[in-house]
């Protein structure tokens, strides 16, 4: 859930995650600085080409070449540039940078990995199925935390949102097995991915009565799982959780717009008005 | 009735509250009492950082209505926009025109997108019969000025509030006056078609028919 986090940072009026300076590099700089010997201009060269750079084949060329990159290593072993020319290729949308992210699920780095998978959903190719569901293969059992870090042995909420995005229905059995993760965490993108590939309410439902129960941080992200959902019954909830306004209104917004993209007749129905009626009551 | 001895005593429980839920609680049973005397109290909590409380001094606040809008508007805190949010909300839902000039300097120039939705909804909501007819127009056109450059913001939330704000005065039942009516219409249509974001342009779709239905 990348993108929604940073579009809160906005609603609050922070800076953000964006490093300053943005506005200083020029493309051409930031190309000469993804093989610079200063390896922290690497990392914000492919960053800075994720958010600002244009789909040309050098910027696209150039950031797939840097998923190979060698030099750039943490103490674990993992591999930051690697992982942010992931994340700006999925932003990209070249379809063109597709064989070099599957090649990137078999990374030794999870975050890697996890970036990839992510950029894949993004990019919006069904080609991308089969290796997305192999991420999820092992089941639950496969799909523990690891002993001393913070993330499971694969990303697996990462593949299901990703299935989710490709609306890929042959996964369904895949992902059913994750309702039951001990994370609770990968249950709700269990489920949210469910409910989006059967439109099956109890799924929508599950999600609703976790809003109740939950921590507050885990609330807000319940309340943007819910909002990409599209389940619409679920904006009473919304706008009733125990949740800061800017969030509620975030998330109402994303339902609305996944209800009217799919119902595209251009005239309202009164679901959509009560929507907006609710998102009225929160400015 | 509550007497005066009660009246203190609903007060300090607010101020000496020593657990968030205490803290609700107490201001539950003081803002259900709607005391003036428990006015300040009630702005106080806006500024502790906890929803739970902001929301229900908020509802006190409103409850009690145009008699806490001096102090709402003499309290505003500049160092604190999740306070000031909820001073706004409270200020546009008690909807006393002398709140005019606070709403119109923070829909434009506030930092923050949250009291700047607040004031943009509050702005198009006031009751403009309590102004002296001389005043009422010019007051009118000030809130549709500033409407209508909040409903070229770069963030939707802003556009969308502006929305809200320019149905509300149109739909005013002291707007009897074409001139304010058919450039707020005017917006909308333009709106409707320009719009970058589907769910500002959808709330327009909403505001047109709402205002059609009415106009019967």
């Known amino acids: 859930m990348l993108e929604p986090s940073t579009k809160q940072d906005s609603e609050f009026g922070s800076p953000g995650s964006e490093p300053s300076g943005a506005e200083a590099l020029t493309q051409e700089q930031a190309l000469a600085n ?10 914000y060269a492919a960053w800075w080409l994720g958010k600002f750079g244009t789909t040309e084949p050098q910027v696209v060329n150039a950031l797939i070449a840097a998923l190979d990159d060698e030099a750039d290593r943490t103490e674990l072993g993992g591999y930051p540039l690697r992982r942010n020319a992931a994340r700006a290729l999925g932003k990209l949308a070249d379809a063109g940078a597709i064989p070099a992210l599957i090649r990137c699920l078999d990374c030794s780095d999870f975050y890697v990995r996890k970036a990839a998978a992510q950029s894949l959903g993004m990019l919006g190719d069904p080609v991308c199925i089969p290796v997305l569901m192999k991420l999820l293969e092992g089941g639950v059992a496969g799909s523990q935390l690891v002993p001393g870090r913070p993330h499971l042995a694969q990303p697996s909420e990462a593949a299901m949102e990703a299935l989710e995005a490709l609306r890929a229905k042959e996964a369904i059995p895949l ?22 590939l059967t439109q099956d309410a109890v799924y929508g439902e599950r999600l ?9 941080k885990m609330r807000r992200t319940l309340l943007l799982d819910l909002g990409a959902s599209g389940y619409l019954p679920a904006s009473e909830a919304i706008a009733h959780a125990a949740v800061e306004n800017s969030f509620k209104i975030i998330a109402l917004k994303s339902l609305l717009e996944n209800h009217l993209k799919q119902h595209s007749s251009g005239c309202l129905s009164p679901e959509a008005q009560q929507v907006m009626t609710l998102m009225d009551t929160l400015l | 009735m509550t007497n005066s001895a009660g009246a203190l005593e609903l007060i300090q429980s607010v101020e000496q509250a020593d657990s968030p839920a205490r803290l609700v609680a107490a201001v539950r049973a003081l803002a259900e009492a709607r005391l003036e005397a ?38 505003l805190d500049d160092y604190n926009y999740g306070a000031r949010a909820y001073s706004f909300r409270a200020l546009a839902a ?22 700047r939705r607040a004031a943009a909804k509050g702005l198009g909501n006031l009751r403009w019969c309590q102004l002296a007819s001389q005043q009422r127009q010019p007051s009118q056109e000030r809130a549709l000025k ?13 556009r969308y509030a502006a929305v809200v704000g320019l149905q509300a005065l149109a739909a005013s039942e002291s707007v009897t006056q074409t001139d304010l009516v058919s450039p707020i219409l005017a917006r909308f249509k333009q709106i409707a078609q320009t719009d970058a974001d589907l769910v500002v342009r959808a709330r327009v779709w909403m505001a047109q028919q709402q205002l059609k239905a009415s106009s019967y």
Do not use: C, K
Not at chain 2, 42 to 51: E, S
């Open chain 1, 208 to 216: 609703v009565q976790a809003l109740a129960a939950s921590d507050l």
């Open chain 2, 94 to 115: 008690i909807a006393d025109p002398r709140a005019l000039d606070v709403l119109l300097s923070a829909a434009e120039t506030d930092f923050a997108p949250s009291v």
């Open chain 2, 38 to 75: 428990g006015i300040p109290s009630l702005i106080a909590v806006l500024g502790y950082n906890n929803p739970e409380a902001a929301v229900a001094a908020v509802e006190g606040l409103v409850q009690l209505g145009e008699v806490a809008v001096p102090l709402l508007i003499e309290r």
């Open chain 1, 175 to 196: 992902i059913q097995p994750f309702l039951e993760h001990p994370v609770e965490r990968v249950q709700y993108a269990a489920a949210r991915a469910m409910y989006v």
């Open chain 2, 146 to 158: 500033t409407l209508q450059l909040l409903s070229h913001d770069p963030e939707w939330a802003i």
């Open chain 1, 34 to 43: 993804l093989t610079h010997p200063d390896l922290s201009l690497r990392y």
